[in-house]
């Protein structure tokens, strides 16, 4: 039981990540390989200000999600000013930045020795130091994450991103500011990653670079494409999927090292397959109940 609960809680952080790239990459048009590094600002935020200022979670969370999003908005006003591939190479040397500063800032972050001793997650005095109340406090999370994007993605400002992902020079032309879009959009989406990062972080109760690096970044983008860009459903089927599989895989017998490769070949197969036609496999998946539903 316990290993099937810390499996969820790890499949909850994953959503989290996940449905704010949906938001930035599928929505925003903006393919970032720098997701990593805002998941990281927020495990590395709430660490420091709990251990060096006994602070509590409901003060670190904001704090982390501002401070993310600050940091965000700094970099989206530079690299907003490139498009497509040259955004991707943009966002992969934000990701290295900022795994560069994790990694040597060893006066903050104590660099690749990382920092031990989180204390456990508390609301109000209640601690949760067991994995069944933290699984509830991240599916909680997790919920209302779903619920501002859902809502965010069917608002006015929603429409606008639907249009400029399909053609950013006609929503420009009918006088919507795509450059700010953008920045609100990266910027959100950065925000909501610091969330996972937070939980992470108070989860493991020890943080270090090694869990933001680019391969992370990769990862969460790959349970986008195969999710569907534009879907947080698929997002959320996808994450489930792509952290149960090597534990599949270790159960029939396949080493940890055997596993992790199997995933990364499975995973990377399912973004080629992606790439000849844009619906992702989930996304065909649910749209073919869909219709059979109808009929």
Request: include cysteine; charged fraction near 10%.
């Amino acid at each position: 039981m316990e290993y099937l609960l810390h499996i969820l809680i790890f499949i909850t952080i994953y959503i989290i990540l996940a449905q704010s790239l949906v938001l930035v990459a599928g929505f925003g048009k903006m393919i970032s390989l720098s997701h990593a590094g805002f998941y990281g600002i927020g495990a590395y935020t709430t660490a420091i200000l709990s251990i060096n200022y006994g602070l509590p979670f409901l003060i670190t969370l904001p704090l982390a999600m501002i401070i993310s999003g600050i940091i965000a908005l700094m970099i989206s006003l530079i690299a907003l000013r490139t498009v497509e591939d040259y955004f991707i190479i943009c966002t992969l040397g934000i990701q290295i930045i900022l795994f560069s500063i994790m990694n040597n800032w060893m006066s903050l972050t104590r660099g690749p020795l990382g920092i031990p001793g989180i204390p456990a997650l508390s609301i109000f005095g209640y601690e949760f130091n067991n994995k069944i109340s933290f699984l509830i406090l991240s599916i909680i999370l997790t919920s209302i994450v779903f619920f501002i994007l859902r809502n965010i993605t069917k608002s006015a400002f929603g429409k606008v991103l639907i249009a400029l992902s399909e053609d950013e020079i006609y929503t420009q032309s009918i006088g919507k500011n795509v450059y700010l879009t953008k920045i609100i959009t990266f910027t959100l989406g950065a925000m909501i990653a610091a969330i996972p990062g937070v939980l992470y972080a108070h989860y493991i109760s020890y943080i270090d670079p090694s869990s933001f690096t680019v391969n992370e970044s990769i990862f969460i983008l790959s349970i986008v494409i195969i999710g569907g860009m534009r879907n947080l459903i698929g997002a959320l089927i996808a994450a489930c999927f792509l952290v149960i599989l090597p534990e599949v895989l270790r159960f029939i017998g396949f080493s940890d090292t055997i596993a992790a490769n199997i995933r990364q070949i499975i995973y990377g197969a399912s973004l080629v397959i992606v790439m000849f036609n844009p619906k992702s496999l989930i996304e065909r998946v649910l749209f073919k109940r869909k219709m059979n539903n109808i009929s």
